[in-house]
């Protein structure tokens, strides 16, 4: 080999980790912004599946006590 190879298959272990710290913060922002994008939806959706049937349930309950206060009385 001669010299102006090994200076093509050189290197930096700088530059290297400095690409790879690039690329690694470049797919947690893509990352990141899929996440924003669609947490909206994930918000309606738990809502939907957890704070809808609570609404509904919780007026049922204090009706609930309302007659067994009457029944008791």
Do not use: H
Not at 15 to 27: D, E, K, L, P, R
């Amino acid at each position: 080999m001669t010299r102006e190879q090994d200076k093509e298959n050189f290197k930096n272990p700088f530059i290297v980790g400095a690409a790879i710290w690039q690329t690694s913060m470049t797919y947690l922002l893509n990352a990141y912004g899929e996440f924003l994008k669609n947490a909206p939806k994930m918000t309606e959706e738990w809502y939907d599946i957890f704070w809808k049937p609570w609404l509904n349930w919780a007026p049922q309950q204090e009706r609930q006590q309302d007659r067994d206060k009457v029944n008791i009385e």
